[in-house]
Every structure is written in C-alpha cells, then in structure tokens.
C-alpha cells in the first residue's frame, strides 16, 4: 500500500454541510464531532475526482473502476482499490487589523496534521508547542501593530501579544506547507508562499475553538415570490461555509490491483497517479457549485 497526504486550498466559500439544522443556522457545515473543526468528508473528495475520472460511451474506464470501483449497478463486483480520508481544516482564514487577513493555526491542528504526513513519509519532528492564552506566534511584523506592552495582533474581536518564542518551530511547519501547496511551476508560487509564511499565526487551542466558531462565513439566502416581490413562507434560510484561503489536510491511500476477475494488474502508484492527474485545475467540492462555491486547488504531497 501506499499512503499521500492531500491539501486542500479553497478559493471560494466551501460548504460541505451535514443536511440538518442544529440551531440558529439552518445549513451548517461538516464538523468533527468531540472537536468541532471543520472538514470535507472524505465521500465528497472521492465523488468530486470521480466525475473528472474518464468515460468510454456512458462507462467508467478501467482505470476508474480500479481507483473508485465500479458503478452502483455493479457495486458487487469489487471495491475501489483507493481510500480517501476527511480532510480537516489545518489553516483558517481569519480578518486581521494588519495585514488584511491571517492563516491561523494551533498546536492540535498541527499535531493532526503532522500524524498524517508522517505516514504519507513526510516527518514533522519539530513541532511548535502552545502560546499563553492570551499570546500568538507570527514569523514578521505583516500582521502586528504597536502596542503599550510591545507588538500585538488583532482578529476579529480578539487581541493577542506577540511572542517569539515558538518562531523556529512554526517557520518549518509554514515553509513544509507552503512548498506544497505552491509547487515549483505553480502561478506566482514564489508569492504565495511569502504570503503563507508572513500571514500564518499561532494561538492557543482554546482560541482556536473560539475562532472555528465564530470566525466561519454565514449567508442569508433569500426566495422571493415572483408576484409579489416579498419573501415566500420558509424562504429564508441561513448557510454556513468555510470562507475563501482556508486550507484542509487529508490522506489518500491506495493498494495494488492484481490481475483477477477481469482485471488487470496496477501499483498502487499508478493508481495513485491517474488520482493527482485528476486534481490538475480547479476541483469543485462541496454543494452550491451553481453559486460559485466550492472551487478548490487539491494537491498530494507525500514519499512516491
């Protein structure tokens, strides 16, 4: 077997949502449910790249069948010989005073990260430990204003002190996420990840929950009667979605097919190529496509 890791760059709102109300938003997105943060379930990455996999007159290909498995009329036959996790949320976009807006991270968010990579043969060792409440780490001053006491950040409604100690540590997470996210080759990759590296933050679990709370994106969606211009009994609905920059992590796993019952024999890194083959563009994610939500760069990184 062979094991990638994915990310997951969105360039619009994404909305992957649970189908259910929970309380005052009507359309909430997918969540972990002991943790709360959010993430892509992982029968949406592997519908999404299907749809994109070839098809010979009204049929999957071969290779399709393979990595997905076959249609639902021949769901019997065998399974698809590629698993795709959830991907979970590793940077949030967050409105910044300075610098427009920060990619905000926590230690978890880290750790979680840094389990997947590993396996996928990518090892973290060096990891940044938590920031006092209060406190946040960033790698220059992009995102700082003076303050009475030294540097501070501010997001939202939150104020922070700068600290450096934890610098070293988040600077190698940063340049490790950077340099896949924006591969060699990649439009303006040299300035996106300056950006990355000069927009990332660090804070404490505990204001991350905060964050991953409040910091979502939530629209009012309206449905007017044609006759009377006034909005219909029910027609007005609340929707949650991950707002545009944010950036989720996940794996993709594949085995070998051998050559039985009318297949043919294929290494799971072939299968794996005919999957970072489909990744090339922009790949739509999540619901509300017509709307312009959910178009997203996906790359895999990892040890072939």
């Known amino acids: 077997m062979e094991t990638r890791f994915t990310l997951i760059h969105a360039m619009s709102p994404l909305h992957a949502g649970t ?48 990595v997905f498995g076959p249609d639902t009329a021949s769901s019997s036959d065998h399974g698809g010989s590629v698993q795709f996790s959830d991907a979970h949320l590793v940077l949030l976009p967050v409105r910044s005073l300075a610098g427009t807006f920060a990619w905000v991270t926590s ?3 880290i750790r979680k990260f840094a389990r997947g ?19 946040c ?11 009475a006491n030294g540097r501070r950040v ?9 600290k450096d100690d934890q610098k070293a540590t988040l600077q190698s997470f940063a340049v490790e996420v950077a340099g896949i996210l924006f591969p060699p080759g990649s439009p303006d990759d040299k300035d996106w990840k300056e950006s990355l590296v000069n927009r990332i933050c660090l804070v404490h679990d505990d204001m991350m929950s905060f964050l991953l709370e409040t910091a979502m994106e939530v629209q009012a969606h309206i449905r007017l009667n044609n006759d009377t211009k006034t909005v219909e009994r029910g027609g007005l609905w609340y929707q949650e979605s991950l707002p545009a920059e944010s950036v989720l992590s996940g794996l ?17 890194t072939e299968l794996l190529g005919h999957v970072e083959s489909l990744t090339r563009g922009l790949v739509q994610l999540g619901g509300k496509a017509t709307t312009g939500q959910g178009s997203c760069f996906v790359r895999i990184g990892g040890a072939p």
């Open 19 to 66: 189908g259910h109300s929970v309380g005052a938003i009507d359309l909430p997105i997918a969540r972990e449910r002991p943790t709360g943060i959010p993430l892509i379930p992982g029968s949406s990455i592997k519908g999404a790249l299907r749809a994109r996999s070839p098809r010979t007159d009204g049929k999957d290909d071969p290779i399709t069948r393979d």
């Open 154 to 162: 501010v997001f939202e409604d939150l104020d922070f002190n700068v």
């Open 137 to 147: 780490c960033v790698l220059n001053d992009t995102l700082t204003i003076p303050g």
């Open 252 to 268: 993709v796993v594949a085995a070998d097919v051998t050559a039985a019952n009318g297949r043919s024999k294929r290494t799971a």
């Open 117 to 135: 990579a590993r396996e996928a043969g990518l090892d973290l060792a060096r990891r940044p430990t938590s920031p006092e409440m209060n406190d």
């Open 107 to 109: 230690p978890h968010l």
